[in-house]
């Protein structure tokens, strides 16, 4: 909960508001996981709330480690239904891409997510959940995880098709009486849905990343059907008039497809797109998903890709792909239980 929806329940608790200030504290800062933890809160108070509310904290059902590092936690979001989130470690940094809604209704062809079809949206408590609720203590032995610097918005769904909620959790995660994390820790992927990607660029400052794997519209709109209602012509139009050039950053996700997109004439269909974005690319190595017939390109053909982007003066890297051995990198996130 938003501390407004906090003042809402304790205002139907006939509570003074400041007692939302405190419970925002002990779920957000010191992150407890029962209401008997709120000691400075009456134990009537506590009572009342437990009656009525529970924290929604629930551990993950599983998880599996990548030999680079990378944990794949799976999340139960009622109904049978779970979803994934990525830990990804890098030396003293640690990012989590979160999940925003189980399947996904954007159908990309490419995506193992996408062939799920959609099943449901996530509430703000079960995106946060995923947040608090990655284990803090490591096995005894173990070596300590490094803590979260870092939230992505780029696991399962489309977050600006659950923008409310969305919405809710970028509020807690910056506001002072929430974690009070700087926007620039997040970033948020979007395939470019309108109106909503305003709404966002509008209402918060987070980073934007905008996956557009390929500028030719035809081709696009064959593998993205998002491009028909949304074309990425039209959401660079609208970035256009959005300041990248400070502290937000605005990256595009380009996967690389062997002999689909990989080719000068599809780097200078991109450029002539970025036109006078500020903006940074990120190419993205392809994992091969079982019965998608699309494969990898070579590393040879990444960097050339990446030379011409460079020498039309556009920032471009090869992103390192990370936890491809337990399924976790890009485009692959599918749950393994099955949703119902
Ligand atoms: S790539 Fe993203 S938007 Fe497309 S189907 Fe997969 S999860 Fe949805």
């Known amino acids: 909960m938003t501390l407004s929806e906090l003042k809402e ?33 009456s134990k009537k108070n506590r009572e009342w709330l437990s009656e009525g509310y529970c924290i929604g904290r629930e551990a993950p059902c599983s998880h599996t480690r990548s030999s680079d590092g990378t944990v794949k936690y799976l999340f139960a979001t009622g109904n ?11 030396h003293d940094r640690a990012t989590l891409c979160v999940s925003s809604q189980v399947g996904c209704k954007m159908n990309c062809y490419f995506c193992a997510t996408g062939r799920q079809g959609f099943k449901a949206n996530l509430t703000a408590a079960q995106i946060m959940n995923q947040i ?37 959790v ?21 395939v470019g849905k309108l109106p909503q990607l305003k709404d966002l660029l509008d209402k918060t400052q987070v980073h934007v990343a905008v996956s557009v794997h390929t ?14 209602p949304f074309p990425i012509q039209s959401v660079m139009r609208l970035l ?10 605005l990256s595009l996700e380009y996967i690389m497809w062997r002999g689909v997109n990989d080719d000068i004439a599809h780097a200078d269909m991109l450029v002539k797109l970025i036109g006078k ?50 399924m976790a990198a890009c485009g692959m996130l599918a749950n393994t239980r099955g949703n119902k």
């Open 215 to 228: 500028a030719d519209p035809r081709q696009r709109e064959s593998m993205m059907p998002a491009q028909k």
């Open 277 to 326: 974005n500020d903006c940074r690319v990120n190419l993205i190595r392809y994992h091969a998903i079982p019965g998608i017939d699309l494969y990898p390109c070579s590393e040879e053909r990444m960097l050339m890709f990446r030379n011409r982007l460079n020498d039309k003066g556009i920032t471009a890297t090869i992103r390192a792909s990370r936890g491809e051995d337990i």
């Open 132 to 168: 608090l609720s990655i284990p803090p203590a490591p096995a005894p032995g173990a070596t300590p995880m490094t803590p979260l610097t870092n939230i992505v918005f780029m696991g399962m769904g489309e977050p600006l098709d659950n923008l409310e909620e969305v919405l809710k």
């Open 80 to 90: 049978g239904n779970t979803v994934e989130s990525v830990y990804i470690p890098d």
């Open 240 to 249: 256009e008039g959005y300041d990248f050039s400070h502290q937000r950053r």
């Open 9 to 41: 329940v304790t205002a139907k608790g006939k509570m003074p508001s400041f007692v939302a200030t405190q419970i925002a504290k002990w779920l957000y800062d010191k992150k407890v996981t029962s209401f008997d933890e709120m000691i400075n809160i």
């Open 170 to 190: 970028i509020e807690i995660l910056t506001a002072p009486w929430g974690m009070a994390w700087s926007p620039k820790r997040i970033t948020v992927s979007t």
